[in-house]
């Protein structure tokens, strides 16, 4: 099947510091990705859709200087988080969706943030 | 993108079938119905999806009746391993670059 990963698994950075996430489909392209935010016990909330070569769609709340996704190619989408305050950390899931398919998305392992 | 309803958690015991049910009474047409499981701490995993007919996977099966305002996925024999949080999402496929949008989801827990 179709593989996403994502790396870090882990994250803890200070206060004020930018951290970046990447997001890659290891054996397939992806036009679309898609960045979701879980909270503890909650369930994933999307916070942006990327489309390779154009600039990312943010939901609505969702700051997008604050949240800076790139998407440079079809199998690599970043994610970074610019100046981290504590409330930032969370569980980010990335998610491909598969080019060719019948709409099936494929989600990363996740990477947790702990913003000190 | 169609409402769905799931029961907030189900309990089954190791080795019996688990049944989880999904009511999307205002799916429309041309919306499939998904299923997506999360183990803790880790990405949603994708199950399988289904138009109109029943479907069968190496994971699981999808009954979907004929009016199309419910659906069941079914674990045929459950597993400690399949304690997760059971998404079902209906969406419309093929030619749409649309998010999944997930709701609550249930918590099925498989005792041993």
């Known amino acids: 099947g179709a593989v996403v990963s994502q790396h870090p698994s882990r994250v803890i950075c200070k206060s004020g510091t930018s951290v970046k996430i990447e997001c890659r489909s290891l054996d397939f392209q992806a036009t679309t990705m898609f960045w979701y935010r879980q909270f503890p016990k909650k369930s994933l909330m999307l916070m942006a859709t990327s489309n390779e070569g154009s600039k990312a769609t943010y939901e609505q709340g969702v700051e997008k200087d604050k949240f800076l996704i790139n998407h440079a190619s079809l199998t690599l989408s970043t994610l970074t988080v610019t100046s981290a305050h504590p409330e930032d950390s969370s569980f980010y899931i990335c998610?491909?969706?598969?080019?060719?398919?019948?709409?099936?998305?494929?989600f990363g392992p996740g990477t947790r943030l702990t913003v000190t | 993108d169609a409402k769905t309803t799931q029961p907030p958690s189900m309990d089954c015991a190791e080795g019996r079938a688990a049944n989880l049910p999904c009511n999307h009474s205002t799916i429309s047409g041309n919306e499939y119905v998904y299923w997506y499981r999360q183990i803790h701490s880790q990405g949603p995993q994708y199950i399988i999806h289904?138009?109109?007919n029943n479907e069968t996977n190496e994971m699981a099966s999808l009954i979907i009746t004929e009016d199309r305002k419910s659906s069941t996925l079914i674990l045929p024999h459950a597993t400690l391993r399949d304690t997760a949080v059971y998404y079902c999402?209906?969406?419309?496929?093929?030619?749409?670059?649309?998010?999944?949008?997930f709701g609550s989801g249930t918590q099925l827990t498989v005792l041993p």
């Open positions: 999402i209906v969406r419309v496929a093929n030619g749409s670059a649309r998010q999944l949008t």
């Open positions: 289904g138009l109109k």
């Open positions: 998610s491909a969706r598969f080019s060719g398919r019948a709409g099936e998305q494929y």
